[in-house]
Nanobody
Framework: QEQLVESGGGLVQAGGSLRLSCAAS????????MGWFRQAPGEEVEFVAG????????YYADSVKGRFTISRDNAKNAVYLQMNALKASDTAVYYC?????????????????????WGQGTQVTVSS
């Protein structure tokens, strides 16, 4: 059974930084695409960032491009999200997600239905 556990969330002032981590137990993540999604109060779950199995291809929502960086360490079975220049609008619960296998093209990374496994989420609150 795949389990994903997020950590690193918290309260930060606008302009600050946080680094989220996602640790996996069970099967290795090395053959899976990984993604970060978020859900703000009263809003739908939205794509934040995605990364392919090797880490060589990354994808970002326009709202975080240039501020957030997704990375992975397959040896540690972990994925990270470095968040800089945080804004109040980044406040949300952040979820780590893993695909069942490889994703064939960029557009698939943005689709939450392509991800089979999800963590419980970690709260990020940015005060203005």
């Amino acid at each position: 059974q795949e389990q994903l556990v997020e950590s690193g969330g918290g309260l930060v002032q606008a302009g600050g930084s946080l680094r989220l981590s996602c640790a996996a137990s069970g099967r290795t993540l090395s053959s899976r695409a990984m993604g970060w999604f978020r859900q703000a109060p009263g809003e739908e779950v939205e794509f934040v960032a995605g990364i392919n199995w090797s880490g060589l291809s990354t994808y970002y929502a326009d709202s975080v491009k240039g501020r957030f960086t997704i990375s992975r360490d397959n040896a540690k079975n972990a994925v990270y999200l470095q968040m800089n220049a945080l804004k109040a609008s980044d406040t949300a619960v952040y979820y780590c997600a893993a695909s069942l296998g490889l994703l064939p093209s960029a557009s698939y990374y943005f689709d939450r239905d392509q991800y089979e496994y999800w963590g419980q989420g970690t709260q990020v609150t940015v005060s203005s």
